[in-house]
């Protein structure tokens, strides 16, 4: 039938009018570009809303609001608070007396009762604690300090809580807010930079504005320290060997279809395989970075090797021929020719591999660093490794599960952290593959 | 190169741990119990000069587990749960050579219903209303069925009429037990279909367990994880009922309402008096073989149950735990370290 159809109309082609089948060939074409074309703005179109809506939604966590005034704490207060068991519940009642005789110094004329101001203020009394520990000094020196508010009357000032959604509670009562006004006003109760978020630590639920994810970019630090410490040399020289040394039989055969499904295994498998074999069996710490690490080597390893191999094979065979032709060894053709060409995309895949583990949350879960992890700072490099720690996805995972709405704003902000240390990381990477790119 | 690299890097990381003794508390367990186990974490860092002890979550099971799992560093030294340790669970605990345990309660917790704010008015239940509309078998017409209803309204006129869709804890949840056993039982009971099944030539066990099946046509989510899902849940479900812990609830007034129970608004005050029905006790397990080996072990357990932070006036009830009444005897048990078992 469509034979039949074809001999009856003879084609007379010529390249100047263009034909029915050239029309619609060129049609089809033009098509095609317009389907990429779509699939690219689509992506992008995604990419401008997330990184929008992460931007948006994130950027309270920079900002903190803070109340301000100049404290003086004299000795006599310092050693009562000293002697308690809840020594910075002291120190935060005696701020609050504290605000209230500024108050009265400053002729600022609003009705604050210590419960209201109590209302009023983040907790505050480690931040004091920690001030007067470090600087003894300053006992009975007046400081002005700057501690964050509540969260609630933070969220007041960036929008989560308004006057007619909020439900007297005892966190925070409509007659509150006049008084954060008026303090407003005076100039006591300000807007700043929230550099608690950048250095600090986690915090305990009841206290928001106290919250940092610094400590655990040192975790992830640390731990992507471990994974490419170990994985790329393991990775590579799996890889050559593979690739360049070993015989092609059934052996070889099956390593690599191992390799390749580890590839895909999910990734809590190899958290419940760090637990036994890490912590159980061969009693590292729990929570420390160095067995987040270890955990993310094995989860890493397979799509290094699988991209190392890759970047090896595409080196033109010409090259390795023409070494081995002026009597270089086997070794020496791999190492001084082939590897340094294959260079640049093996450090793409381990930038992946990498950027793949450093946002990986699932295997942690079972080696002990998601949850409540706010030790502070590692002592030392050792420390670093060994000293209980979260990692930034863990602590992000934590903040998004917490009542307080202010902590959810924080994840946000947690994931633009997250999101710079992973362009960094990128960036490293392109400057290193730029000094290694070789042409030929 | 990259060989002595690895090989310095393992002989590094070998040499560290083997000189590292833990230094610091390690809690693991409820997710009910984890946001007071923070606070009081960090201002156990911030008031003493012990490192901030690590708490994880994972559930009452999961943390007993972990807990049961042997003595050793290696090995959590606490763990929180929502509900009272099993027999089971002791004695597996036991097998592993864990069997000096401090049991500690810090407190009670309320579960409440709530739904959305500007949702249908779900402002009072009963326990038989939930059961009629969550149990997998309930009472109709004199009869026991596959439970039929579809909206509230279908079976008490006073309740909205809107589909019925409720998301609970699942079942690794300590407090899946409380709202089986304050909630779904007594509905049971009190419906009748208790009764009728028995009647029905069921024995006594077999009923109970049969109250206590939630039906598994969609209409009742079980929900894994934390609050924060079950709230995101209620949030996109004007028709959603949710179960919440008292202090979840507290923190996000602006988005739920409250439902009575029998009558009873569930607040720190009626669930302290006992008014309130459902609510539960929640509790730490310490493993006395860790107290002296690992620092801070006892001082965390004093500090966590401390007039000062667990008390009336706390942080602890100030963010929603209903603080115990019997706190000085509790205080005591840590103080002199009575396992259980010495002290009944």
Known sequence: MTDASMHETPR??????????????????????????????????????????????????????????????????????????????????????GIQSQLDARNIDVQADPAALERLLGKIGGDIRAFYSENPGMVGEPHVFGLSASSRVDGYFNGRVTRETLVDSRFLQASDLDLVDALFEAGIIKSAFNWGFITGADSGVDNPGGAGIGVSVVGSFFMMLVVLVLSLPIGVAASIYLEEFAPKNRWTDLIEVN????????????????????????????????????????????????????????????????????????????????LPLAMPGILTGTIIGLAQALGETAPLLLIGMVGFVARGYPDGFVGGFVEPNSAMPAQIYTWAARADASFYDKAWGGIIVLLVFLLTMNIIAIILRRRFERRW | MTVKLTVSALAIAAAATSAYARDNVQVAGSSTVLPYASIVAEAFGENTDFPTPVVESGGSSAGLKRFCEGV??????????????????????????????????????????????????????????????????????????????????????????????????????????????????????????????????MSEDDAEDACLAVRTDGKSVDIDGDYTETLARIDANPNGIGVFGLAFYENNQDKLKVATMSGVAPSTETIASGEYPVSRPLYFYVKKAHIGVIPGLKEYAQFFVADELAGPNGPLANYGLVSDPELAKVQQTVADEVTMGEGM
Not at chain 1, 270 to 289: D, K, N, T
């Open chain 1, 259 to 338: 390799i390749s499904n580890l590839a895909a295994v999910p990734s809590i498998v190899f958290g419940i395989l760090g637990l036994a074999v890490f912590i159980q069996f061969m009693h590292l710490p729990q929570s420390a970075p160095l067995v987040g690490g270890l955990v993310l080597t094995l989860m890493t390893l397979p799509t290094i090797i699988i991209s190392t191999r890759a970047s090896l094979k595409s080196v033109p065979p010409s090259i390795r021929d023409a070494a081995l032709g002026v009597g270089a060894s086997k070794m020496q053709a791999v190492f001084h020719h082939v």
């Open chain 1, 12 to 97: 007379k082609s010529s390249i100047h009018t263009i034909d029915a089948r050239t029309k619609q060939r060129n049609a089809s074409e033009s098509r095609f570009k317009a389907y990429g074309i779509a699939a690219i703005a689509l992506g992008l179109f995604f990419l401008v809303v997330l990184f929008v809506s992460i931007v948006r939604s994130g950027l309270p966590a920079f900002t903190k609001t803070v109340v301000e005034v100049e404290f003086t704490l004299t000795q006599e207060q310092f050693e009562q608070a000293e002697s308690q068991l809840m020594k910075t519940g002291a120190y935060q009642d005696l701020f609050i007396a």
């Open chain 2, 72 to 201: 050793g560093e290696n090995t959590i030294d606490v763990a929180n749960a929502s509900r009272a340790i099993r027999e089971k669970e002791i004695k597996a605990c036991a097998e592993n050579g864990v069997t000096d345990i401090i049991e500690v309660r810090i407190g009670y917790d309320g579960i409440v219903f709530a739904s959305q704010q500007s949702g249908p008015a779900f402002t009072a239940f009963t326990p038989s209303d939930i059961f009629n509309a969550l149990g997998a078998k309930v009472l109709k017409d004199g009869e026991v069925v596959d439970n039929p209803h579809n909206t509230w309204a279908e079976f008490n006129g006073d309740l909205p009429d809107a589909e019925i869709a409720a998301f609970i804890p699942g079942t690794k949840h300590g407090t899946r037990e409380v709202f089986e056993e304050k909630v779904l039982l007594i509905g049971c009971e009190e419906t009748g279909a208790m009764q009728a099944m028995i009647d029905g030539g």
